[in-house]
T-cell receptor, first 118, second 112 residues
Framework: GAVVSQHPSWVICKSGTSVKIECRSL??????MFWYRQFPKQSLMLMAT?????????EQGVEKDKFLINHASLTLSTLTVTSAHPEDSSFYIC??????????????FGPGTRLTVL | GQQVMQIPQYQHVQEGEDFTTYCNSS?????IQWYKQRPGGHPVFLIQ?????EVKKQKRLTFQFGEAKKNSSLHITATQTTDVGTYFC????????????FGTGTKLQVIP
């Protein structure tokens, strides 16, 4: 299978600071990546679709000015949580779909980043 | 918007017993995927179903896609402690790189 990495794996920051999370596809190119957040014991909630070379598409209710997404290359997408607050504490996971025959593809997930805002 | 529900939310089984989780979508899906997430880990792709009524097997796991392409199920025969985790279905509307909507998940606990 394909490999997707995330960095950092965990981060603790003070309220009001910004945190950048990187998502890389290591052995394939991904023109699209997805960013999810997952609260404890809950499902994955899609935040936005990151598109290489164009603006990200945000899901309803997700503040684009707070969660800045940049997809600068075919292997890297970044999520910046700006002016983080304790309610932003969560597990952030990225995924990259890889074509595996036909029009349908599976998603390969990064290991996730646990963000704790004090 | 699209909603994908799973039941049950939690399931405790004795090792060796069977387990089934059901996934229901509010809209017709082009395909459905199943993922497993171990405690503290990230989701790992298990399988994708595309055709109406499709049934696929992976060793002790049997996956079904409903005729109307709005529901799916995952059945595990003779559970083992290694099956512990949360199982998510994820439904896609459209093809290509269309986003998927994750189901609410079923957490499986296997008692040795």
């Amino acid at each position: 299978g394909a490999v997707v990495s995330q960095h950092p794996s965990w981060v603790i920051c003070k309220s009001g600071t910004s945190v950048k999370i990187e998502c890389r596809s290591l052995d394939f190119q991904a023109t699209t990546m997805f960013w999810y957040r997952q609260f404890p014991k809950q499902s994955l909630m899609l935040m936005a679709t990151s598109n290489e070379g164009s603006k990200a598409t945000y899901e309803q209710g997700v503040e684009k000015d707070k969660f800045l997404i940049n997809h600068a290359s075919l292997t890297l997408s970044t999520l910046t949580v700006t002016s983080a607050h304790p309610e932003d504490s969560s597990f952030y996971i990225c995924s990259a779909p890889k074509l595996s025959g036909g029009a349908y593809n599976e998603q390969f997930f990064g290991p996730g980043t646990r963000l704790t805002v004090l | 918007g699209q909603q994908v529900m799973q039941i049950p939310q939690y399931q405790h089984v004795q090792e060796g017993e069977d387990f089934t989780t059901y996934c229901n979508s509010s809209t017709t899906l082009s395909n459905i995927q199943w993922y497993k997430q171990r405690p503290g880990g990230h989701p790992v792709f298990l399988i994708q179903l595309v055709k109406s009524g499709e049934v696929k097997k992976q060793k002790r796991l049997t996956f079904q896609f409903g005729e109307a392409k709005k529901n799916s199920s995952l059945h595990i025969t003779a559970t083992q402690t290694t099956d512990v985790g949360t199982y998510f279905c994820a439904g896609r509307v459209g093809g290509g790189y269309q986003k998927v909507t994750f189901g609410t998940g079923t957490k499986l606990q296997v008692i040795p």
